[in-house]
């Protein structure tokens, strides 16, 4: 099986190849103009001149320039618009690329089970200390200090406001926020 880093090596030579191509191909249509303008200015001296033998030399060289021209074109049109590699051997990088990023991330989700077992198990100790902190409140707030501070109603019904355990920054808020519904640890676990 194929790594990323010798997938990427492929890919990096297949694109720096056809960047080059299309650089040189570039660079000899800018020379073709140059020599079109050049072959363009002797013609202009050669007509004012009556010079035919610098007349025909230019025509020459403009004929020469704009099909170079045209040539360079049609390559670099090629180059810049015409995949690099078959359909076949494209199908196959993109199976390549795939299976490098899922052996990857397997070995990942390896680590990452490990670390959210852990994590579960953090978070079970920080449930345990809100479950306590609840049941010590209510134990104060019942039968330490017998609700005084209850509103009593006419007719004697007591109206209460339990206190709770409310910190929100904790590890069990995250694991709670963040894994709840997340199948991703049972599916470590599975395989």
Not at 27 to 40: G, Y
Not at 173 to 190: E, H, I, Q, R
Request: with cysteine; net charge negative; aromatic share 8%.
């Amino acid at each position: 099986m194929k790594t990323f880093e010798e997938i990427e090596s492929k890919l990096s030579s297949l694109k720096s190849t056809n960047l080059t191509d299309i650089e040189k191909y570039q660079e000899n249509i800018v020379k073709a103009n140059q020599a079109l303008k050049i072959a363009n200015e002797k013609l202009t001296t050669a007509e004012e001149t009556a010079d035919l033998e610098a007349y025909n030399k230019a025509k020459d060289d403009i004929w020469s320039s704009q099909h170079a021209i045209e040539l360079y074109q049609k390559q670099l049109d090629k180059l810049q618009n015409t995949p690099l590699v078959p359909k076949d051997e494209y199908n196959q990088m993109v199976s390549d690329i795939e299976k490098a990023a899922d052996k990857l991330q397997d070995e990942l989700n390896i680590k990452g089970a490990k670390l959210m077992a852990e994590l579960k198990a953090l978070a079970d100790e920080s449930n345990a200390v809100y479950h306590k902190a609840d049941e010590l409140f209510r134990v104060a707030q019942y039968d330490i200090y017998k609700d005084a501070d209850c509103l009593v109603a006419s007719n004697g019904t007591r109206i209460t406001r339990e206190v709770e355990y409310k910190r929100s920054n904790t590890v069990r808020s995250v694991y709670l926020g963040k894994y709840l519904g997340n199948t991703f640890l049972d599916d470590m676990t599975v395989e």
